[in-house]
């Protein structure tokens, strides 16, 4: 008997490896960004947590404005500020333990100063003298990333290497909404997922990856929602609201630790600043837009709720912001200072032993150098 | 012990041996890529090794080869020591970027703070029929990337030694394994592996006084042969096997062509930007006033990798080689 003889009679029945899936509504994210501030929740926030959010929020916001104008000075080749998503950057270092690890992009000098780095060393990068100011292994702050997305699988395989190791560890990987168009972006959550490794992704969704808005990125209802394909948990959290973005990335850090694998979180913000100084937003935005997101800033979110709690008053504004001119009192000073260079580094650290061919380049250079020492002379 | 010495092994058996032998002595050392746990990769060079390490040391991977090496980054900058497969020549370009941006120059700009042993397996060059993408000589594009190794065995005692020197070492590998060599026979005891020369150094693998050939990976034995069949034409050819592109032996080359006055480079690559014009450059700047002939090129074309029914006209073969010999009696014609 044929199949068309057997019309009718047929039923369809699912191929021989078929399985029911699971239901993956466990990992699809809210409708709307989480928040915390605001909101009834926020009574049940720690008061030490919030006052620590709060110094650490207005800290970040003077090293940013700071940062910036040492641009204007020369001092830094660029800047690409964070200023308006500060509650990314500070929840972000401060949901980690010591020995767990973070992976920052170019605009995450906050999160790494944050997480303990000098302020001087973190800018390295963007002054000029060198590409890694710091030993990463130091405060587990990976170097700062400027190929979007490639940061994502040295996480995973990081926080993979940890667990086969035995040791109690997570990583924590920072990327943009631009970011998560790139081929290293689906590679690392697919890698995360198959592995079950303990990591923990933080898109910081500011609108723009550069000039070029979300919806020209992506056709998914939410960045979050880009887990629920790959089998991990997808978080969707107001990144202005650093209550709300601490909590969130506190759950899927200790989902993470006890086993759980991954989690994708969206932080919702905005990105004040025009991508670096070097940018011209007004091209691409308008300021009245700016301005709404002006009034949900960060720390303007969180001092209402601490004002409210009485957990702050006017000098408790003003310390924070005391110690803030401190920092970056003491930033611009060593900023200003002409970093001393030695230009034989550059043969130092390419080869654990110089080639040979390394070893002639660098007694040219050194001739050269001596050369021109003389003839200062 | 005996008679495991006089059965010859393959170039794949002995650097399945590697892999073994650098497993076992350095818990650290993981392998990783697609199909190398249960299958033993596509040309069986990690066979046994996941029964013997478990799936933790010896892991199939997702089919992603930026993921597979992006993800050997962290795992080395958490003390592990990956050997990452990349299975074919042409599937490694995804990786790119993770080689060149990251894995190359980790150690750089982190002041020597965080260096990356990783070895990168990739099964390269023509020969074997391959369709498309199969066959590819990417060694230009690893050479031209400072702060990678690269090192191509030809031998089967260089393939075990090379690969446990690639595996011990604190810097990137790129490890070219010539596919057409893996089934190579030679007399070689895999429980008595003797020491080769290290990463680093050229061997000469034929003494001889009026030429030399300068070759590596998948085209020494075709040299050797065709420096066997010049001896009818009254050359004694010698042929030095470089080993290792990164780091390079100027002194073995350099002293190897002051002796015979001539050199023909010969590699499988294109010639256009490839390393033959790099090594004649070297070899000219080294020996002008020893040359009695322009530094020769015998290459691939300089065209795509092209079907396996017309590779045998694009491999340089030894009637190309000697045809360039033959151009070396230069001052005479000139």
Known sequence: ?377 | MTTVALKPATMAQALTRALCDAMTADLTVHVMGEDVGTLGGVFRVTDGLAEEFGEDRVTDTPLAEAGILGTAVGMAMYGLRPVVEMQFDAFAYPAFEQLISHVARMRNRTRGAMPLPITIRVPYGGGIGGVEHHSDSSEAYYMATPGLHVVMPATVADAYGLLRAAIASDDPVVFLEPKRLYWSKDAWNPEEPQAVEPIGRAVVRRAGRSATLLTYGPSVPVCLEAAEAATAEGWDLEVVDLRSLVPFDDETVAASVRRTGRAVVVHESGSYGGPGGEIAARVTERCFHHLEAPVLRVAGFDIPYPPPMLERHHLPGVDRILDAVGRLQWEAEN
């Open chain 1, 1 to 377: 008997m044929t199949v068309m003889e057997q019309r009718g009679a047929y039923r369809p029945t699912p191929p021989p490896a078929w399985q029911p899936r699971t239901d993956p509504a466990p990992l699809l994210p809210d409708a709307l960004p989480y928040r915390v501030l605001g909101t009834d929740a926020a009574a049940d926030a720690d008061p030490a947590l919030l006052r620590r959010l709060y110094a650490e929020l207005v800290r970040g916001r003077r090293y940013n404005t700071q940062a910036t104008a040492l641009t204007k000075q020369g001092r830094l080749a660029v800047y690409p500020s964070s200023t308006g998503q500060e509650a990314c950057e500070v929840a972000a270092a401060l949901v980690l333990e010591d020995r767990d690890w973070l992976f920052p992009s170019y605009r995450d000098t906050l999160a790494a100063v944050a997480r303990g780095l000098d302020p001087v060393q973190a800018l390295t990068l963007l002054r000029g003298d060198w590409h890694t100011g710091y030993d990463p292994r130091e405060h587990r702050v990976a170097p700062l990333c400027t190929p979007l997305a490639t940061q994502l699988p040295h996480a995973v395989g990081l926080a993979h290497a940890a667990r086969l190791k035995g040791d109690d560890v997570v990583a924590l990987a920072l990327v943009g909404d631009g970011g998560t168009s790139e081929g290293d972006f689906h590679e690392a959550l697919n890698f995360a997922a198959v592995w079950q490794a303990p990591v923990v992704f933080l898109v910081q969704n500011n609108g723009f990856a550069i000039s070029v808005r979300l919806e020209k990125q992506t056709a998914a209802p939410s960045l979050a929602h880009k887990a629920v394909g790959y089998g991990m948990p997808g978080r969707l959290v107001d990144g202005n609201d650093a209550v709300a973005v601490h909590q969130v990335l506190a759950g899927a850090v200790a989902h993470a630790r006890a086993g759980g694998g991954p989690t994708l979180v969206e932080a919702v913000t905005y990105r004040i600043d025009a991508h670096t100084n070097a940018d011209d937003a007004t091209r691409y935005r308008v300021d009245a837009e700016v301005e709404t997101w002006r009034a949900h800033d960060p720390i303007v979110l969180l001092e209402h709720e601490l004002t409210e709690r009485g957990l702050l008053d006017e000098d408790g504004v003003r310390a924070a912001r005391d110690a803030a001119e401190t920092m970056a009192a003491d930033l611009r000073e060593r900023m200003n200072q002409d970093p001393v260079l030695d230009p034989m580094d550059l043969f130092a650290h390419v080869y654990a032993e110089p080639t040979p061919q390394l070893r002639e380049q660098e007694a040219l250079l050194r001739a050269e150098l001596a050369a021109e020492r003389e003839g200062a002379q």
